[in-house]
């Protein structure tokens, strides 16, 4: 059961263009959302991330939408560069009471992003 | 935010051995992961790590094919015990620092053959 999806294997956008990437969840319990990207022979790095009781986060040239009715989030990136070129992760988990736990984390399976110039 | 060095960054092992992943972190951390990218998959949860007891497992991981330790709070080991080739994959170290997001090491490219 792949609580996490991102429908989208790949996507190609121009520079300076937004790049939208999308991923989808099943599990109502997940109340954060993180997105990571990934470089080849590199470890997933922290983008940027949203508490279930926000619609929107923005940093810099990064938003993220988050859409509970619809277990819908996105990321946005605008203007894209072509170092942003790299696997895209959506990511759920759950806060823990009496504390936050951010590391035990649901995947999605990932977006190639290829930004051209 | 806290270093992670993971060792080693790739190895590869003949089936049937055994392979011991180092993650260390320069400073003091509650919560340390261990996860799994199989080729072309996403990252998967193996365990969390817990300091001074027993790993806590995934559905479909177990302590005799994956035993975890973590003696104290800024060092754990995963091993992959009695290899297969199904056992190629990235394996990733991730820790929890209470003020941040969960950040990961680079991870180590295990190729079994």
């Known amino acids: 059961d792949q609580q996490v999806k991102q429908n989208s294997p790949s996507l190609s956008v121009q520079e300076g263009r937004i790049s939208i990437l999308n991923c989808d969840y099943t599990?109502?319990?997940?109340?954060?959302f993180l997105w990571y990207k990934k470089y080849p022979a590199e470890g997933p790095t922290f983008l940027i991330s949203?508490?279930?009781?926000?619609d929107k986060n923005e940093d810099g040239r990064f938003t993220v939408f988050l859409n509970k009715s619809a277990k819908h989030l996105s990321l946005h990136i605008v203007p894209s560069q072509p170092g942003d070129s790299a696997v895209y992760f959506c990511?759920?988990?759950?806060?823990?009471?009496?504390?936050?736990?951010?590391?035990?984390?649901?995947f999605g399976q990932g977006t190639i992003l290829t930004v051209h110039p | 935010s806290a270093v992670i060095s993971q060792k080693p960054s790739r190895d590869i092992c003949q089936r049937g051995t055994s392979l011991t992943i180092q993650c260390q972190v320069d400073s003091q951390v509650t919560m340390m992961f261990w996860y799994r990218q199989q080729p072309g998959q996403s990252l998967t949860l193996i365990a969390t790590?817990?300091?001074?007891?027993?790993?806590?497992?995934e559905s479909g991981f177990v302590i005799d094919k994956f035993p975890i330790s973590r003696p104290n709070l800024t060092f754990s080991t995963l091993t992959v015990s009695n290899m297969s080739p199904e056992d190629s994959s990235i394996y990733l170290c991730?820790?929890?620092?209470?003020?941040?997001?969960?950040?990961f090491g680079q991870g180590t490219r295990l190729t079994v053959v």
């Open positions: 599990n109502s319990m997940f109340d954060y």
């Open positions: 991730s820790v929890e620092d209470r003020t941040t997001e969960a950040f």
């Open positions: 990511a759920a988990g759950r806060r823990w009471a009496g504390g936050t736990s951010y590391g035990k984390l649901t």
């Open positions: 949203i508490s279930s009781i926000k």
């Open positions: 790590a817990n300091q001074g007891s027993e790993a806590t497992y």
